[in-house]
């Protein structure tokens, strides 16, 4: 099981190198719109805010995926070179039906050399 890592604010983070790492490899998440019960919610998951990740056969982000809480709502695998093989932002967007109160969205991504990372959670209250 490869570790976890989890989101730092790369505003706190000296290293030029080390900025580069947390962000490319971190998941943002970005909810269109108002989540209303049983309707359609469109989620967009990007890698990476500044920096962007390579797309080469042996390091590339390999699956994104989208958690309610503890429960997986969906994931996306992605495949070496469909980004052309040019250092790119990941992106791909979920849409998902809430039935709760609220959403509580977690993200990952995982690269294929650098393993999970995860985004910060994002509360989003449902309109019933
Ligand atoms: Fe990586």
Redesign the pocket.
């Known amino acids: 099981m490869p570790k976890i890592n989890k989101y730092v604010d790369i505003d706190t983070v000296e290293r030029e190198a080390k900025k580069d790492l947390i962000d490319r490899?971190s998941p943002f998440i970005t909810v269109e719109g108002e989540a209303k019960k049983g309707e359609m919610l469109a989620v967009n998951v990007k890698m990476g805010k500044e920096y962007t990740?390579p797309d080469d056969l042996d390091?590339y982000i390999e699956s994104i995926t989208l958690f309610n809480g503890e429960t997986k709502l969906a994931m996306t695998t992605l495949v070496a070179g469909a980004l052309g093989n040019a250092k790119s932002h990941s992106e791909v967007t979920f849409n998902i039906r809430p039935m709760g109160k609220k959403l509580n969205l977690i993200a990952h991504g995982y690269?294929t050399?650098?393993g999970i990372w995860e985004s910060t959670p994002v509360e989003i209250a449902v309109a019933q």
């Open positions: 490899h990740h390091h690269c050399k650098h």
